[in-house]
C-alpha cells in the first residue's frame, strides 16, 4: 500500500485498498469481489466517516459497543444498506446493546458470552452472525480461544448453546510474519466445518487472500493512522 493518497482523501484511499484487494484476489486466484471488505471506522467520528460512506462503502468495523451506539444510528438513518462489525471485545453486559446493533460479531471467546448472546438474540428475535475470536498466537495480552480449543469450544456453541457459527477471527502476532497464522486459522476453520475466515488488516490483507480470507478488517489504510481519542 505504498503511494497512498493523502490521510484526509477518504474516497481515494478507500478506492486504493480496493483496488489492491482486488489484486490481491487475481493474484490469489480467488473471484473477484469474494472478499468482504470491513472498513474500520473505530474512534473516527461520524463526520469523518461519511465520507467512506459517500463513496459506496457499506460495511464498517468497531471496537465497543458504546462508541458505535454514540454514531451509528444517525448515519444508519442517512445511508441504507449499512453492515455493522463488532470487532472488538465484548462484555457479557454488553450483549443486549450488541444484538440490538450489530449485523456481525467477531468476537465470541469464552461460554459466558456464548450464553448472554443467545440469551439476548432469543429475546430480540434477531439474529447476528457470529464468529470464534483465536488467539492464534497464543498471548497473554489478547483475548481468544486457545487453538488447543477451538474444536470444544465450537462444538459447545452448536450443541450445548444452540448457535449457529459462521467462522473464525484472528489477530496474529504483530512483530512475527502472519502467515502461519492465517494457515492456522483456515485449518482450524476447515475441520469444524466453518467457511468463514475474519483475518486480514491493513498490512496484510493481501497475504490473507492467499489464505482464505472472508473477510478483511482495514482501518489505517483507509481513514489515516493519526491519533483519534475514542
Not at 449485523?103 to 469464552?110: E, S
Not at 488488516?201 to 475514542?230: L, Y
Request: net charge negative; with cysteine.
Amino acid at each position: 500500500m505504498s503511494d497512498m493518497p493523502a490521510e484526509d482523501d477518504i474516497p481515494a484511499r478507500l478506492e486504493a485498498v480496493r483496488h489492491a484487494l482486488r489484486r490481491a484476489e487475481r493474484t490469489a486466484g480467488r473471484t473477484e469481489g469474494e472478499i468482504a471488505l470491513i472498513a474500520v471506522s473505530k474512534t473516527f467520528s461520524g463526520d469523518e466517516i461519511e465520507p467512506a460512506l459517500i463513496a459506496g462503502q457499506r460495511l464498517f468495523g468497531e471496537n465497543r459497543v458504546q462508541e458505535a451506539k454514540a454514531k451509528w444510528p444517525d448515519l444508519r438513518e442517512r445511508y441504507n444498506g449499512v453492515e455493522l462489525h463488532l470487532i472488538g471485545p465484548l462484555q457479557s453486559n454488553k450483549a443486549a446493546e450488541a444484538v440490538a446493533l450489530f449485523d456481525v460479531i467477531h468476537t465470541v471467546d469464552r461460554p459466558k458470552i456464548a450464553e448472554a448472546l443467545a440469551k439476548e438474540m432469543a429475546l430480540q428475535n434477531k439474529r447476528p452472525r457470529l464468529f470464534v475470536q483465536v488467539n492464534v498466537g497464543e498471548e497473554p495480552q489478547k483475548a481468544g480461544v486457545a487453538p488447543s480449543e477451538v474444536d470444544a469450544f465450537v462444538a459447545t456453541m452448536r450443541d450445548e448453546i444452540g448457535l449457529e457459527i459462521e467462522g473464525l477471527m484472528c489477530i496474529p502476532p504483530a512483530d512475527e510474519p502472519p502467515a502461519p497464522y492465517f494457515a492456522l486459522l483456515d485449518k482450524l476453520a476447515r475441520r469444524n466445518g466453518l467457511k468463514g475466515l475474519s483475518m486480514g488488516m491493513s498490512a496484510d490483507f493481501a497475504e490473507a487472500a492467499a489464505f482464505g480470507a472472508t473477510h478483511v478488517r482495514v482501518g489505517s489504510a483507509i481513514f489515516g493512522s493519526r491519533p483519534r481519542t475514542a
